[in-house]
């Protein structure tokens, strides 16, 4: 069962950065409402793209040094890394649908 990730500053590089698979990297906050509403339609797309498609959750509060790595300013923001290099994005919270075209855009 697809099922979003935590990563942190250990975890990152192995998880997202070596992934033989697009990673989808949700930067969220606990204190973020949007965050809050994007949440479970990050669950149900991990569950949809289940092996095709990896979903973490990076909590900004506890790994500042990631996001800053990635000039996150605004949250939510989510970036798709393939072969370990960012190569789509979307900042803020956004229907079910556009966020399954954005997850779609990175497949082969």
Do not use: H
């Amino acid at each position: 069962m697809g099922k979003p990730i935590e990563v942190d500053v250990y975890s990152f590089d192995d998880v997202v950065l070596q992934s033989d698979k697009p990673v989808l990297v949700d930067f969220w906050a606990t204190w973020c409402k949007p965050c809050l509403r994007v949440a479970p339609i990050l669950d149900e797309l991990a569950e949809e793209y289940d092996g095709k498609v990896t979903f973490t959750k990076v909590d900004l509060d506890q790994n500042q040094k990631i996001a800053a790595n990635y000039g996150i300013m605004s949250i939510p923001a989510l970036i798709i890394f393939k072969d370990g290099e960012p190569v789509a994005n979307v900042v803020g919270a956004r229907p079910k649908t556009e966020l399954k075209k954005l997850v779609e855009s990175v497949l082969d």
